[in-house]
């Protein structure tokens, strides 16, 4: 199953860390509000059975809003909850051994740090790519920066949807005009924020202003 760019723009990344006393559904409910177009599920200290009942009410509320969820890292719960896919990281599960479980008909991303990492995800079959990290990470405190140049070069190598990710905000998301990708992903920069809908609708118009357009 094809992913649409326009599915890619606005790409937000849970993280229980900023839920400041909310439960996830009810920050991914006003994330969806604001405009967000994809959503994956990160929550890495979850066992497979908890991050399964975690994610099925999620799952189900992202549908009602035509948003695809994804899966971060763990593709049994992303096939037990009816997730729309995976995404794999380059030392998690591999695109084959994700598809062997999820089939044809979900998604499976992965992320590529280079153009050959990036050739080599399209040629293994991965639906998507995130790159990165742009701006540093929060996240992974490991994260090298990327070089812009190499962010095009990654872009301009693979005919699959490139999502930039890593320290994007609001602050320099415009910085990213022009990069030739489908998409942004953030995790702070909604579920961080006090209003997290009204960060939602801000990064929605930052996403189609970097990525080409305001998509109807």
Known sequence: MQIMSSQMRLYAITDSRWLQGKTLYACVEAALQGGITMLQIREKHCSTAELT????PIVSLCH???VPCIINDDVQAARDSGADGVHVGQTDAS???ARAILGTEKWIGTSAHNVQEAIQAQQDGADYIGTGAVFGSATKQD???????TLQAICQSVTIPV???GGITA???????GFNGQGIAVISAIFAQADITAAAKQMRIFADMVCGGTII
């Open 171 to 177: 602050e320099n998301v415009l910085q990213l005009s």
């Open 163 to 165: 999502v930039a990710i």
């Open 64 to 66: 009602a809003y035509r």
């Open 53 to 56: 009942e975690r994610a099925i």
């Open 143 to 149: 994260a090298t920066p990327l070089q812009w140049e």
């Open 95 to 97: 695109i084959a051994q």
